[in-house]
């Protein structure tokens, strides 16, 4: 079955670094998003992303996040200065050609980031 | 008032119990229904879709009311394997394709 690949599965990072999460969604797959999920609290969606460019983000994802699809395989959620309250489980997701969740809605297994 | 509500448990039930969770959302444009399962520190799987017209998979019946925004998931014969928090989820269009809104989880416990 196709999977959507995350890695690091852990990432530890100093407050003020900047950090890259990567994420390979399946092959043929169009729409991809980024979810998190801080310990003990609900799966909140960051922002999607569609034909090369984000279709919504949420209000957690402010300047400080962006996200790329640099090679047509990778899709990446950068944060570009880490602050404590990052420090999350970060859910890579991607659905199927025709788009929405009744199409084959797809998480990888997480990174878990955690900011010092 | 939050997008997607869930009574946070723990269910605790014996093996073989029939247990039920319930479900409301606010967004009356919401378009499509879901339970999630979560185990612990994974990602959510997908358990079932659920439809106004109730629709059963195995052990597992969902239940969809849109005119009261209500949701349900009902595990008859529970297993062990069944202890996960269960995340009730609904979609809500934009711009040509669907989100996915969380509820918080009902963790389910089920002991022999």
């Known amino acids: 079955e196709p999977e959507v690949t995350q890695t690091p599965s852990h990432q530890v990072t100093q407050m003020g670094q900047e950090v890259i999460l990567r994420c390979v969604p399946i092959?043929?797959?169009?729409?991809f998003y980024w979810y998190r999920q801080i310990l003990g609290q609900k799966v909140e969606f960051l922002v999607s992303?569609?034909?090369?460019?984000?279709?919504?983000k949420s209000e957690i994802f402010d300047d400080q996040f962006s996200v790329e699809r640099p090679d047509g395989s990778n899709f990446t959620l950068k944060i570009r200065s880490t602050k404590l309250e990052d420090s999350a489980m970060y859910f890579c997701?991607?659905?199927?050609?025709?788009?929405?969740?009744?199409?084959?809605?797809?998480f990888g297994s997480g990174t878990r980031l955690t900011v010092v | 008032r939050k997008e997607v509500e869930q009574d946070p448990g723990p269910f605790n039930v014996p093996e073989g119990a029939t247990v039920a969770f319930n479900c409301t959302y606010s967004?009356?444009?919401?378009?499509?229904f879901f339970w999630y399962r979560q185990d612990c520190r994974k990602e959510p799987k997908l358990l079932m879709s659920?439809?106004?017209s109730g629709n059963e998979d195995g052990r597992f019946t969902a239940q969809l009311n849109r005119a009261s925004q209500y949701i349900s998931l009902l595990i008859r014969d529970s297993k062990l394997s069944d202890s996960a928090t269960y995340l009730c989820?609904?979609?809500?269009?934009?711009?040509?394709?669907?989100?996915?809104?969380f509820g918080a989880g009902t963790r389910l416990a089920v002991h022999p």
């Open positions: 997701a991607s659905n199927g050609p025709r788009g929405g969740a009744d199409y084959g809605y797809t």
């Open positions: 092959s043929n797959h169009l729409y």
């Open positions: 992303f569609y034909n090369n460019e984000i279709s919504e």
């Open positions: 967004n009356s444009a919401s378009q499509s």
């Open positions: 659920v439809y106004s």
């Open positions: 989820v609904v979609t809500f269009s934009s711009g040509g394709y669907n989100k996915l809104i």
